[in-house]
């Protein structure tokens, strides 16, 4: 049976997160900004949605600059809440990993999976699963993502990014030797700055190259372990397993409401068990908390979050408590009733070994 490999990526991931809670911004530009807080404008860009970026906006640009680029547009300059963005990744890997066979979350808003038993090693099986995966995640949390099926992750990566925004790419096995061939050899996930420079001052530019350069030559230039793997990438016969990399790296809850309400008290009443069990986890785990979101799913199932990063990491309940109260306090008064209410904790320190669980970081 003929392995299939997928590659998720989630479109213009903050920005769309943004959209998502406050649809009249869509259609203007949006600029997700890390701001350093000495000037006004000090700071740079995350990411923008696709209208900033007809701008010339990038990520990593300046704010000052991104605006210089707006002038006279209305755009929303709006800060980074990671937090945020991580309850909807969250649930977009849920929804990933009930579909496929196994899963291996990379980046806070990308994965790989496997799907080769599900799809019965069939490609037009794993085109229809893909499909229904970006249907789910569309009407689930209003997200749209790119998502790119082949043979292994190295063409999995590649043909997600093909077809971006809400992309679906599909190379059968037979047909990846073919459309890695032109393609430039920083495409091969891998390969960075340092080995680009090195197979171009050798003239190896295309993935073509790679395939047709002498071994021996490959292994003086790269060492044997990055040689084997970058001519079996280019001969498409990547062999790289999708690995659960498990790990925690949040804890969370959701439940339904008795009753649809916009009454804070209410909420955390029926909340208090979920928080109790929580902080149950965190401690039992020696784990301390830097994030708390409060979440709230509304009639129409939509999702809100509103989240905080408190100064120093705790795994104290009465802060878990209180912090949920006034998150949900907020939530509610902005979007009235909710059906389903939950609490997240997020950016987990194990405070034995002093660093941080959060291995997510791109
Ligand atoms: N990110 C960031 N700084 C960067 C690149 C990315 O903070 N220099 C963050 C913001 C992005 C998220 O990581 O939303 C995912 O990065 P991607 O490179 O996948 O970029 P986007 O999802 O924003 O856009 P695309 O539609 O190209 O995937
Ligand atoms: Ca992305």
């Given at each position: 049976?003929?392995?299939?490999?997928?590659?998720?990526?989630?479109?213009?991931?903050?920005?769309?997160?943004?959209?998502?809670?406050?649809?009249?911004?869509?259609?203007?530009?949006?600029?997700?900004?890390?701001?350093?807080?000495?000037?006004?404008d000090?700071?740079?860009?995350s990411?923008?949605?696709?209208?900033?970026?007809?701008?010339?906006v990038?990520?990593?640009?300046?704010?000052?600059?991104?605006?210089?680029?707006?002038?006279?547009?209305?755009?929303?300059?709006?800060?980074?809440?990671?937090g945020?963005?991580?309850?909807?990744?969250?649930?977009?890997m849920?929804?990933?990993?009930?579909?496929?066979?196994?899963?291996?979350?990379?980046?806070?808003?990308?994965?790989?999976?496997?799907?080769?038993?599900?799809?019965?090693?069939?490609?037009?099986?794993?085109?229809?699963?893909?499909?229904?995966?970006?249907?789910?995640?569309?009407?689930?949390?209003?997200?749209?993502?790119?998502?790119?099926?082949?043979?292994?992750?190295?063409?999995?990566?590649?043909?997600?990014?093909?077809?971006?925004?809400?992309?679906?790419?599909?190379?059968?096995?037979?047909?990846?030797?073919?459309?890695?061939?032109?393609?430039?050899?920083?495409?091969?996930?891998?390969?960075?700055?340092?080995?680009?420079?090195?197979?171009?001052?050798?003239?190896?530019?295309?993935?073509?190259?790679?395939?047709?350069?002498?071994?021996?030559?490959?292994?003086?230039?790269?060492?044997?372990?990055?040689?084997?793997?970058?001519?079996?990438?280019?001969?498409g016969?990547?062999?790289?397993?999708?690995?659960?990399?498990?790990?925690?790296?949040?804890?969370?809850?959701?439940?339904?409401?008795?009753?649809?309400?916009?009454?804070?008290?209410?909420?955390?009443?029926?909340?208090?068990?979920?928080?109790?069990?929580?902080?149950?986890?965190?401690?039992?785990?020696?784990?301390?908390?830097?994030?708390?979101?409060?979440?709230?799913?509304?009639?129409?199932?939509?999702?809100?979050?509103?989240?905080k990063?408190?100064?120093?990491?705790?795994?104290?309940?009465?802060?878990?408590?209180?912090e949920?109260?006034?998150?949900?306090?907020?939530?509610?008064?902005?979007?009235?009733?909710?059906?389903?209410?939950?609490?997240?904790?997020?950016?987990l320190?194990?405070?034995?070994?002093?660093?941080?669980?959060?291995?997510?970081?791109?």
């Amino acid at each position: 049976m003929s392995r299939i490999v997928g590659h998720l990526d989630l479109d213009y991931f903050f920005a769309q997160v943004e959209e998502v809670e406050q649809p009249s911004l869509r259609g203007t530009p949006v600029l997700v900004c890390v701001f350093s807080g000495r000037t006004e404008d000090s700071g740079v860009i995350s990411t923008s949605n696709y209208v900033a970026r007809e701008h010339g906006v990038k990520s990593g640009m300046p704010i000052a600059l991104a605006k210089r680029r707006l002038e006279g547009i209305k755009a929303s300059f709006i800060p980074m809440d990671r937090g945020k963005y991580e309850v909807y990744s969250d649930r977009v890997m849920e929804i990933l990993r009930r579909e496929v066979d196994v899963i291996e979350q990379t980046g806070i808003d990308e994965a790989f999976f496997d799907i080769t038993k599900r799809a019965g090693g069939d490609f037009g099986a794993a085109a229809s699963t893909a499909l229904l995966i970006k249907e789910e995640i569309l009407r689930e949390d209003r997200l749209t993502c790119s998502i790119g099926i082949g043979p292994n992750k190295v063409v999995a990566k590649i043909a997600s990014d093909l077809k971006k925004p809400n992309g679906l790419t599909i190379v059968r096995d037979t047909e990846a030797m073919g459309f890695l061939s032109p393609l430039p050899v920083q495409k091969i996930y891998g390969v960075g700055p340092k080995t680009s420079k090195l197979l171009e001052d050798n003239k190896i530019l295309a993935v073509r190259d790679l395939a047709e350069a002498p071994a021996q030559e490959l292994e003086e230039l790269l060492g044997r372990k990055l040689a084997a793997y970058l001519y079996n990438a280019a001969k498409g016969a990547d062999d790289e397993p999708v690995s659960d990399r498990g790990g925690i790296s949040q804890v969370s809850r959701i439940l339904t409401l008795k009753q649809d309400t916009n009454d804070p008290q209410r909420v955390v009443a029926q909340l208090l068990p979920a928080l109790k069990d929580i902080h149950g986890r965190l401690v039992s785990k020696g784990l301390f908390f830097r994030n708390i979101s409060a979440i709230g799913i509304g009639k129409d199932l939509s999702l809100h979050t509103k989240s905080k990063t408190i100064e120093r990491p705790t795994d104290s309940y009465a802060v878990i408590e209180e912090e949920v109260k006034g998150l949900l306090t907020q939530l509610l008064g902005e979007v009235g009733e909710v059906r389903r209410a939950g609490v997240r904790l997020g950016d987990l320190q194990d405070m034995a070994n002093q660093h941080s669980l959060t291995e997510f970081t791109s």
